[in-house]
């Protein structure tokens, strides 16, 4: 239980600077909005782990930890590339959405809308969903896994929603675009010990 709070911790750290980041740009985040994320993480990696299971049944172990690596491996490129670009003006996608949560405020009206908490949970959930992967091949229990990915997606977009203007918390997110893809390749190459 502990291994799993750990990386579901490590996995949704985004989701505090994503609230972090809302509070420096004054977009509120109401509670309903709130509780809307946090259900993506708990409906995605519910499904995820339910096909995963089925699918996967009699792969090697082996196999399945070489699947695991090149999943996180795809998302670390994806994630690195796009904080790379940091093209504020293109439509966002879940990937930027991640790398710059601001952008997922679609209309600029300093509030996120049920669409847009759904489109920001869409894309917390993604690293969430490979992670969820990851434990269903280990052969985790999927409702108590599902349920602990979105508390953690709760409380940390919460608490960086609420957390004061620290100014060394400020210049650590201003580096943190690139902190999803430094994440992701971690957990890529701990899918190979």
Same mark, same amino acid.
């Given at each position: 239980?502990?291994? &799993?709070?750990?990386?579901?911790?490590?996995?949704?750290?985004?989701?505090?600077?994503?609230?972090?980041?809302?509070?420096?740009?004054?977009?509120?985040?109401?509670?309903?909005? &709130? %509780?809307?994320?946090?259900? #993506?993480?708990? !409906?995605? !990696?519910?499904? !995820? *782990?339910?096909?995963?299971?089925?699918?996967?049944?009699?792969?090697?172990?082996? /196999?399945?930890?070489?699947? $695991?690596?090149? +999943?996180?491996? #795809?998302?670390?490129?994806?994630?690195? /590339?796009? /904080?790379?670009?940091?093209?504020?003006?293109?439509?966002?996608?879940?990937?930027?959405?991640?790398?710059?949560?601001?952008?997922?405020? %679609?209309?600029?009206?300093?509030?996120?809308?049920?669409?847009?908490?759904?489109? +920001?949970?869409?894309?917390?959930?993604?690293?969430?969903?490979?992670? $969820?992967?990851?434990?269903?091949?280990?052969?985790?229990?999927? $409702?108590?896994?599902?349920?602990?990915?979105?508390? !953690?997606?709760?409380?940390?977009? *919460?608490? $960086?929603?609420?957390?004061?203007?620290?100014?060394?918390?400020?210049?650590?997110?201003?580096?943190?675009?690139?902190?999803?893809?430094?994440?992701?390749?971690? +957990?890529?190459?701990?899918?190979?010990?």
């Amino acid at each position: 239980m502990a291994h &799993l709070i750990f990386l579901s911790l490590l996995v949704s750290l985004d989701g505090f600077f994503s609230g972090f980041t809302f509070r420096l740009k004054k977009i509120r985040i109401c509670l309903p909005q &709130l %509780l809307f994320i946090s259900l #993506c993480p708990l !409906v995605i !990696v519910t499904a !995820v *782990m339910l096909s995963s299971q089925r699918m996967t049944a009699g792969i090697p172990a082996g /196999a399945a930890k070489g699947l $695991g690596f090149v +999943l996180f491996f #795809c998302l670390a490129y994806l994630s690195f /590339a796009d /904080a790379l670009k940091k093209r504020k003006s293109s439509p966002p996608t879940l990937i930027t959405m991640i790398n710059n949560p601001a952008s997922s405020d %679609l209309d600029h009206n300093q509030r996120l809308s049920s669409r847009e908490a759904l489109l +920001l949970g869409l894309a917390l959930s993604l690293d969430n969903a490979v992670l $969820g992967f990851s434990f269903a091949l280990d052969g985790a229990p999927v $409702g108590s896994t599902a349920l602990c990915f979105a508390l !953690v997606n709760f409380l940390l977009v *919460m608490a $960086g929603n609420l957390c004061p203007g620290l100014p060394f918390i400020d210049r650590f997110e201003k580096g943190s675009e690139y902190l999803p893809s430094l994440l992701f390749l971690i +957990l890529a190459f701990s899918r190979l010990l």
